[in-house]
T-cell receptor, first 116, second 115 residues
Framework: AQSVTQLDSHVSVSEGTPVLLRCNYS??????LFWYVQHPNKGLQLLLK??????LVKGINGFEAEFKKSETSFHLTKPSAHMSDAAEYFC??????????????FGKGTKLSVKP | ETGVTQTPRHLVMGMTNKKSLKCEQH?????MYWYKQSAKKPLELMFV???????ENNSVPSRFSPECPNSSHLFLHLHTLQPEDSALYLC??????????????FGSGTRLTVV
């Protein structure tokens, strides 16, 4: 069975400083990993995904994440935070087995605050 | 808009009411999902429809009844709900579930309050 743990429920950074949102996963099969962002009163938007190609994945809005199998991690980073990045971020895992994709399993979310 | 439209955006209902949530996608996807998002809890998968057939029901109480009349529409019928059912209900769709899966496209959700 797969699961995902977001290590911080809340992260606060200053505008222009780096962002690091941590995520660890467990999976019995080859995982696909995703980061979604949710702005207040909005649905979830896909930031980036890893599906067994390059381990460093670039997403929208300057975000990227690195898949590290040895550490079972998929941390999300951005070199310089912008005020518009303030939102809740979800790390998501699903398992690939027999060429088919399992359901998405969501972490509890990390709320990112950006101070001016 | 993401291509997945949910209506209404907000709904307040009494515990004896019957109401329905609607989800519509025009992305040509063939799988649709209902998720429940409660405060301080992970998103909970409720129902999965693939090719208009329900393929998963995650032990959801019978007061929630899904309906998928075609691949573009998904409903969640509600009756005799409890206050703890108050949450954001999110609909999502995807294009099958094969390798290279691109992820889900989510709607903006319906904020449900049960009084």
């Amino acid at each position: 069975a797969q699961s995902v743990t977001q290590l911080d429920s809340h992260v606060s950074v200053s505008e222009g400083t780096p962002v690091l949102l941590r995520c660890n996963y467990s999976s019995s099969y080859s995982p696909s990993l995703f980061w979604y962002v949710q702005h207040p009163n909005k649905g979830l938007q896909l930031l980036l995904k890893y599906t067994s190609a390059a381990t460093l994945v670039k997403g929208i809005n300057g975000f990227e994440a690195e898949f590290k199998k040895s550490e079972t991690s998929f941390h999300l980073t951005k070199p310089s935070a912008h005020m518009s990045d303030a939102a809740e971020y979800f790390c998501v895992v699903s398992e690939n087995y027999g060429g088919s994709q399992g359901n998405l399993i969501f972490g509890k979310g990390t709320k990112l605050s950006v101070k001016p | 808009e993401t291509g997945v439209t949910q209506t209404p955006r907000h709904l307040v209902m009494g515990m004896t009411n019957k109401k329905s949530l609607k989800c519509e996608q025009h992305l040509g996807h063939n799988a649709m999902y209902w998720y429940k998002q409660s405060a301080k809890k992970p998103l909970e998968l409720m129902f999965v429809y693939s090719l208009e057939e329900r393929v998963e029901n995650n032990s959801v109480p019978s007061r929630f009844s899904p309906e998928c009349p075609n691949s573009s529409h998904l409903f969640l019928h509600l009756h005799t709900l409890q206050p703890e059912d108050s949450a954001l209900y999110l609909c999502a769709s995807s294009q099958d579930r094969s390798w290279g899966f691109p992820g889900y496209t989510f709607g903006s959700g319906t904020r449900l309050t049960v009084v």
